[in-house]
């Protein structure tokens, strides 16, 4: 298997990529396919407080951490590396994978790369995709949309969002479903991953104290979430185990 | 109903006494100590007698010496709280706080037993919670044995959907309750499927007919049940207040309608207790 990049970030702030990446995670894991994180929220690190045991804390912009994500991804036994970018720092994130040569070595085959992008509701977000499309000629594209903190993309208007896409058959729509604010905010609390939420464990393995309601809630949320990676074929299509079948 | 019916109440008591001895090892006390029933009222339609049978089953509980604590899902009429005020919940389904209420308490482990009245309105949310939250799987792991007790109507979309929570829980034990009291089932309703399918179903008991002027008296949420059984009948007992200060026929009557259904509701949740290590086992298999 081909080394795989997957990259989650946004522009705009409070979309929920940090929750993003931790579903992906979960859902890794849940495919049996063995992953390690960067959370390039340096210094403070949202997504390692979750997933401390896969998840190192980097600095996108030093020469140093890229060298520690990049230049490791053919030794690492680890396939699968997953970026959480640090809200607003997106397209300058790709810009710098585009000056290491990065993409040319993607573009060679050496490696996968994917792109998840969180996106808000506002019109400003179209603009963002706009930004982002000419780096993902050829790579996989996934657009997500999340519905998490009840957003309604009201001010999407089909005409002018189709209008971006012209030309581009690669990004592909993924949307996260609504999780009701109790359980979200008591995961949250606990600090752990959601699977480990729904075995109502700690941190440290030992049982927990989570309420079972709450832990069906998120139980059937998940559950959503992975079906809709699996429509996509999120794993196949970074695997290329689904070579070009869309 | 017969007289000597009214004298076996007092064995069911002892019978019923919770094994309350503490054991030191917690794998044994787990084995020890009989599971704490959780009973779940519920029918399709309004109006079927669920909380009558919920009154009936809180007061058996009583009786047996597990005072049981009650959930009344009726936020409007709160009909079951009136009859216990002081050991009732009442819990709206629609909000996410008194779900947890609801079933984190339903399921956590405790020697008292547990009563549930699913008003019709809470019906669909009430079972999709529980599905949703794998209820009856963690009750069984705490020790708790859920028990659906679905009221049959006349009507064949009542039996439909008592096939359907079989078939959805199917780790939980279901009761199919006929009350008398709603008539004979309809010709129609005999030759739907839902009907059909449940006719090999064994778990069943039956609440007999009730004279209207008795329905009335059980109106009243007053009426302590467990005073009508437990106190005696007899004329000549000076001093104390009848319950409901009800004539000697009335009570009379009424004590032959509770031990039936108390009968009814011992040998099943005897029934289910037994069948559950075996369950459980199965479930472990898969």
């Given at each position: 298997m081909k080394p795989v990049v997957l990259m989650v970030g946004a522009d705009k702030g409070g979309v929920g990529k940090t929750t993003v990446s931790r579903t992906v995670l979960d859902y890794l894991r849940a495919k049996n396919t063995p992953v390690r994180a960067f959370d390039a929220e340096h210094p403070r690190g949202t997504l390692q407080r979750f997933h401390p045991d896969i998840t190192e804390v980097v600095d996108v912009t030093t020469a140093a951490d890229q060298m520690k994500m990049i230049d490791t991804l053919s030794t690492s036994e680890i396939k699968v590396s997953l970026i959480d970018i640090r809200a607003g720092l997106l397209a300058e994130t790709l810009d710098t994978l585009t000056e290491v040569g990065f993409f040319d070595l993607v573009n060679e085959g050496e490696f996968n790369f994917g792109l998840m992008h969180v996106v808000g509701s506002s019109v400003a977000s179209l603009d963002e995709i706009a930004e982002v499309l000419p780096f993902m000629k050829g790579q996989h594209y996934f657009i997500v949309k999340n519905f998490i903190n009840d957003t309604s993309f009201f001010e999407w208007n089909p005409a002018i969002y189709k209008n971006y896409f012209k030309g581009t058959n690669t990004a592909v729509e993924v949307t996260i479903p609504k999780l009701n604010e109790m359980a979200y905010e008591q995961v949250e609390l606990a600090g752990v991953p959601f699977t480990d939420y729904i075995a109502n464990?700690?941190?440290?393995?030992?049982?927990?104290?989570n309420s079972l309601v709450l832990r069906g809630y998120v139980r059937t949320w998940l559950r959503h979430i992975c079906d809709e990676y699996d429509r996509v074929g999120l794993l196949d299509r970074l695997t290329d185990r689904q070579a070009a079948a869309a | 109903m017969t007289v000597s019916a009214f004298s076996t109440v007092l064995p069911i008591d002892r019978q019923l006494l919770p094994d309350r001895q503490p054991l030191r090892d917690p794998d044994l006390s787990q084995s020890a100590v009989r599971p704490s029933p959780a009973a779940i009222v519920a029918s399709l339609h309004?109006?079927?007698?669920?909380?009558?049978?919920?009154?009936?089953?809180?007061?058996?509980?009583?009786?047996?010496?597990?005072?049981?604590?009650?959930f009344d899902t009726d936020v409007t009429e709160q009909t079951l709280r009136a009859s216990f005020p002081y050991d009732t919940v009442v819990v709206d389904i629609g909000e996410i706080r008194d779900q947890m209420t609801l079933f984190d308490t339903l399921a956590r482990r405790a020697p008292e037993a547990r009563v549930v009245d699913v008003s019709h309105h809470a019906f669909r949310k009430f079972f999709k919670v529980m599905a949703e939250s794998q209820f009856a799987a963690e009750a069984r792991a705490h020790n708790v044995e859920p028990i659906i007790f679905y009221i049959t109507d006349r009507n064949p979309d009542a039996y439909e959907e008592a096939r359907l929570l079989r078939q959805r829980f199917d780790d939980c034990a279901l009761v199919l309750v006929d009350n008398a009291f709603l008539g004979r089932v309809k010709e129609q309703t005999r030759r739907a499927a839902g009907y059909q399918a449940l006719q090999e179903h064994d778990l069943r008991m039956a609440l007999p007919r009730l004279d209207p002027g008795l329905a009335d008296?059980?109106?009243?949420?007053?009426?302590?049940?467990?005073?009508?059984?437990?106190?005696?009948?007899?004329?000549?007992?000076?001093?104390?207040?009848?319950?409901?200060?009800?004539?000697?026929?009335?009570?009379?009557?009424?004590?032959?309608?509770?031990?039936?259904?108390?009968?009814?509701?011992?040998r099943l949740t005897r029934e289910i207790e037994t069948r559950a290590?075996?369950?459980?086992?199965?479930?472990?298999?898969?």
């Open positions: 464990k700690h941190t440290n393995g030992q049982p927990a104290n | 309004a109006r079927t007698g669920k909380t009558l049978l919920a009154r009936v089953l809180a007061d058996y509980f009583t009786l047996s010496g597990r005072p049981p604590l009650v008296a059980l109106d009243d949420p007053s009426l302590s049940l467990s005073a009508i059984v437990s106190q005696p009948l007899s004329r000549s007992e000076t001093g104390q207040r009848v319950p409901g200060d009800l004539p000697f026929e009335e009570r009379a009557a009424l004590r032959a309608f509770l031990m039936t259904v108390f009968r009814d509701v011992h290590p075996a369950l459980s086992s199965a479930e472990a298999a898969l």
